[in-house]
């Protein structure tokens, strides 16, 4: 988090009536027990855990807490409490098992309120449109829908394989542009993707890239939420002009796709899409699918693009697995050939060693908060509504107590019982990288079929090899922030003799 993005003229001003807010928070917020008895980083007078709340790489310091502190450790912010579990049973019990209690969402004015994305399934409340939204995504994503889109992912993952031809570099862009592809066309349709493609890229990138700038500072309207009305020309102030661009674009992003393929519906001129098929669904509302549709390219590109550029990363690093899932692909679907879903169903260890990919480097290393939507007992400590909560699956899926001593090394044999007999008694990695409870990813098994299907499209064309026959790197550098993946990949794509 960084600091106020106002102008230093009225800074002064501003400081005041911020210390004053706070201090009033902390007032009332020390009449009431805390968590008191979970420990953590002892809190700043006035500014709590603020100045120790780390700017960016969040798992390596949570990591050091938790080997200070332990499984649970607790924050104070300014008004409210955030809780960071380090085990894997503690996540289960809160958020799955209590997940009545701590499926909520941090309020959010600038977001939700001025941007105008309060409508999002990624930041609203549990409510009925809530509820409903996630119907859709469980109908059209669940796990009877999801074979509907096996023909596109495959078409677009030998259409990747062949821009990969003799690539050397970063191929993270062009695996968003073709995953930010496939998302458009199962969402709106293959005419859509053609006429305004890549207009709808760019606006949703620039959502994805301005939402994660507004997450990461403070602004004065989430402080002292009066002042959201002050008017655009009050001196200093940018949140005005940032909320308005906010509005102009996740307004596009969630009327106009819609309307251009509810149009063509009506015309009895639309193509196969998500919208097409179940626009007259009597179980879902129109509203309903328009807005969890909206959330599908900002839920999937990311994050799917990450996953394989992290599976590629490990490839790049243990040519042995490298050559394993080579050999695999081969045995399976015939060298040479393009592999479809059906035919990757008994490539085991390709499976294994995507498994073991996502483990060692999830895309989200630190999950999304959750908070309490009431106060909750837990291990015998009263813990107040309101309260943030932060999974660190980083920590939880190395945990030695889970994955045993050598948690921190890449072997997919650990999740074969012809390697490892204690296999099936292992954790789904997948359960805790989609997240946990009633906010699990609804976009998980679309993540897993494309992740599957691009790898062993890319695996069975090409060797992965370092640049310019140069030896494998010793060391990579790792991004920082919400999202972890290599900050820089450097492959070359050899095409497989
Ligand atoms: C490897 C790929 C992906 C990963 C690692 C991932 C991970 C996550 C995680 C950790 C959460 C938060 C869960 C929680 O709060 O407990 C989440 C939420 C979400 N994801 Fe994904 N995701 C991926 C792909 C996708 C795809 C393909 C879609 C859509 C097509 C999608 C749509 C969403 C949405 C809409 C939410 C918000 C759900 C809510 O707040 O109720 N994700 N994802």
Redesign the pocket.
Known sequence: MSVLDIKPAIAGGIAILTASVLALYFRNSNRKPGPETFPGPRPDFLIANIRQFPKSHWKDVFKAWKDEYGDVVHLRLPGTSMLILNRWEDAEEL?TKRANIWSG?PANHMVNELMEFGW?????QPSHP?YEM?KV?RKV?GPGAIGDYDRLIEGASQELVKDLASFSGDPLSLIQDSIGKV?VTISYGDDLWRDQGKQLVQINTEGVDLVTHVFGQIWLPNIVPITRFLPSWFPGLTFPKVAKRGREIFHTIRYSPFEVVKNAVDRGEADFSVISKYIDDPEISKESLRD?TA??Y???VD??S??LANFLYHMLMFPDVQKKVQKELDDVIGRGNAPNMASIQTAKYLKAAWEES?RLL???PT????ISLSEDHWKGVYIPQGTWIL?N?SWMLRDPRIWGEDSTEFKPERFLPEFNPHANELKDVESS????????????Y??ER??IIYAAAIMSAYDIVPLNGGPIPTSVEFTGGQILRPLKLDIHFSLRK
């Not at 999002?120 to 609203?124: G, P, R, T, W």
């Not at 999950?367 to 959750?370: K, T």
């Open positions: 958020l969402r999002s399934v990624l930041q609203m809530f996630r995504f994503l998302i969890a959330m599908m900002f839920g999937a994050t799917t990450t996953s996502l999830p895309p989200f999950s999304v908060p959750h999974s699956f990288v989609f997240g946990f409870g009633r906010r699990i990813c609804p976009g998980r679309l993540a494309n992740g």
